[in-house]
């Protein structure tokens, strides 16, 4: 890890999308993550919330979608119980109406600003189904939306479903990177395959789109053998384009149920134990927490390290993407 973390964690967005990754067809779009697999249950709203609250309490100002019917990101987040929720309406109006998406919850936490999802995101799909029938190019609704704001935020995390596949296909129309939460059973695994096959179909819109990692969801971190079955697993299913990101997210009944009846992040329960420093300056600061006893500080470490990973990844390739583009010294070999 580099001291004082990456580039992309010092820099705030220092420079232009358009400087940083110049063969986007859409520079706005450059920061859009979705989090995504074609099961349920492998901990895709998990990841999604975690990641997007903590580099929001972390500074960045972050805009969190949830693409998904079921609406459970809401009660990661809180306004499932507090009823602020639009159960997916500003989203299914924007596309509808072919406007500019506005987050329905602004600042619902520091630096979050929130686009729910919910029951209305089903009659989306119902309607995508048909469009798509009259014309292929329909899913790029998403992505038309999202560019006019899309330069506002340095963050964007979609949150998709497993089971609504034009409303998937919505969100990897507008992503730059996708990130796979996926849990080592066979069945999970197997849960890749379909989204492989989407990808494929993806890039024929969206040629930028890239798997920027796989997380292993709801395993202990010392399970080495597992993990290593499940890397291997994983190249089999995604063809070795997606490498296994080194942290692992455990599960923790207790943590998760408190969570969602509390409609708390792991980051902010743990906050709540005794001397707990607050875990973005660890995030921010590139490094591992300082750890108290306790499940919910051990999860919101592991989250801590993942959004980590993630963040230096996207760094990582935007350097590589910006060092390519850059034309050749004169007198050195083209």
């Given at each position: ?13 220092t420079t232009p999308l358009e400087d940083s990754v110049q063969h986007l067809s859409q520079p706005a779009l450059a920061r ?303």
């Amino acid at each position: 890890m580099r001291p004082g973390g990456t580039a992309f964690l010092r820099s705030m967005r220092t420079t232009p999308l358009e400087d940083s990754v110049q063969h986007l067809s859409q520079p706005a779009l450059a920061r859009v993550v979705t989090i995504a697999n074609g099961k349920g249950g492998v901990g895709k709203t998990s990841t999604a919330t975690n990641v997007a609250g903590l580099a929001a309490a972390a500074g960045w100002h972050v805009l969190f979608i949830e693409l998904d019917p079921q609406g459970n990101a809401g009660r990661d987040l809180g306004y499932e119980m507090d009823g602020s929720g639009d159960s997916g309406q500003q989203i299914f109006d924007a596309i509808m109406q072919e406007k500019p998406l506005r987050p329905s919850l602004v600042n619902y936490r520091p630096n979050l600003d929130v686009l729910p999802g919910g029951s209305g995101l089903d009659d989306l799909e119902a309607i995508l189904i048909g469009r798509s029938q009259r014309s292929p190019g329909s899913h790029r609704q998403l992505a038309d939306a999202l560019s006019p704001i899309a330069d506002d935020y340095d963050l964007i995390i979609i949150d998709t479903p497993p089971t609504r596949p034009h409303l998937l296909r919505l969100a990897l129309a507008a992503t730059r990177w996708i990130v796979i939460p996926t849990k080592p059973d066979d069945s999970s695994i197997d849960g890749l395959q379909k989204l492989a096959d989407e990808l494929v179909s993806a890039r024929s819109t969206n040629p930028d789109i890239e798997v920027l990692g796989a997380v292993l969801f709801g395993i202990e971190a010392a399970a080495k053998a597992i993990r290593r079955e499940a890397r291997a697993k994983l190249d089999a299913a995604l063809g070795g384009v997606a490498p296994l990101f080194n942290s692992v997210v455990r599960h923790s009944t207790m943590t998760s149920v408190q969570v969602r009846e509390k409609g708390l992040l792991a980051h902010e329960l743990a906050e709540q134990v005794d001397n707990a420093e607050p875990y973005w300056k660890a995030l921010k600061e590139g490094r591992r927490p300082d750890r108290v006893p306790g499940t919910a500080p051990s999860l919101a470490e592991d989250y801590v390290l993942l959004a980590q990973e993630i963040l230096q990844e996207i760094d990582r390739r935007e350097t590589e993407q910006d060092s390519s583009a850059e034309p050749a010294h004169e007198g050195a070999p083209a």
